[in-house]
């Protein structure tokens, strides 16, 4: 690992965040994949730190939170409880997204519960300044979690999706079709024309699309739910500070106030030095 130049790294950390697999890269880097993994180990742990650290103190004014579905090893109706112990079955990665400069301000990966949701909602509340207006979907667990969190301080919507039946043609993987959606308002005075939850939603199709270890129907799943986390903080970093927002022209970092310039992978790479 210490052997690798930093355009090395650099190669495989841009081949990890477009959403290539370990032993992909393996071969089109011409590096272990040991020394791959622990190159992700780090730089997982790296990340993780420095947005623990900086990405605090936001004026958000639209927040939108949502949850996506993935499993570590398998899926957990084919989970053993000797597997369930080490991590594997279902798991979900909760995200926050500011609708103004595509932020992530805070992501949460664990179980799909009401602990979850009380921790993903009070990381929210200490990284944000003000009030701001928070949608999520109908799941239960955020009524008492937003309030838990933020107090009486938001103006809080929920957006509840109305999907038709499944007609027997229809594949299994396809997904209903979407005939309505029904608002309501939970808390404060949320403004109805920006109670949505797009942006959020389309942050979760990229989170597919750039990480091998959510693709359905592979065998590119995570074996290994420390990897998994430690994937999603180093494509949550570079998502922030490293990738230009095609309709912003910055990264949300820069858009956010938190840096002045799009990073590079170089720079990325230099929070293993700052560890």
Request: aromatic share 10%; glycine share 6%.
């Amino acid at each position: 690992m210490n052997r690798l130049s930093t355009d090395k790294r650099a190669q495989v950390v841009s081949a990890l965040v477009e959403g290539n697999s370990l032993r992909s890269i393996t071969r089109m880097c011409g590096v272990s994949i040991n020394t791959v993994t622990k190159l992700l180990i780090d730089m997982g742990c790296a990340c993780a730190a420095y947005h623990h650290q900086h990405v605090r103190n936001l004026r958000v004014r639209r927040l939108q939170c949502d949850e996506i579905w993935q499993f570590i090893g398998a899926k957990r109706k084919n989970v053993t409880p000797e597997q369930e112990q080490k991590g594997w079955g279902d798991s979900w990665t909760w995200t926050a997204i500011d609708a103004d400069t595509k932020l992530c301000v805070t992501y949460y990966v664990g179980n799909r519960d009401r602990f979850a949701a009380y921790n993903f909602m009070c990381d929210c509340a200490d990284r944000i300044i003000g009030r701001p207006q928070i949608t999520t979907d109908a799941y239960r667990p955020y009524l008492q979690a937003i309030e838990d969190a933020f107090g009486t301080e938001v103006d809080y919507a929920q957006l509840h999706k109305i999907y038709g039946a499944s007609t027997p043609d229809e594949s299994r993987y396809s997904p209903a079709t979407c005939i309505g959606c029904d608002m309501k308002t939970v808390m404060g005075d949320p403004d109805p024309k920006h109670v949505s939850t797009s942006f959020v939603e389309r942050q979760n199709l990229t989170m597919r699309m750039s990480m091998r270890r959510f693709t359905r129907l592979t065998n590119g799943f995570s074996k290994k739910l420390e990897n998994h986390g430690h994937m999603v903080a180093l494509y949550f970093m570079h998502y922030n500070f490293c990738r230009v927002h095609k309709t912003l022209r910055v990264t949300p970092a820069m858009e956010a106030g938190l840096t002045d310039h799009v990073w590079g992978l170089e720079e990325l790479i230099e929070l293993l030095r700052m560890r």
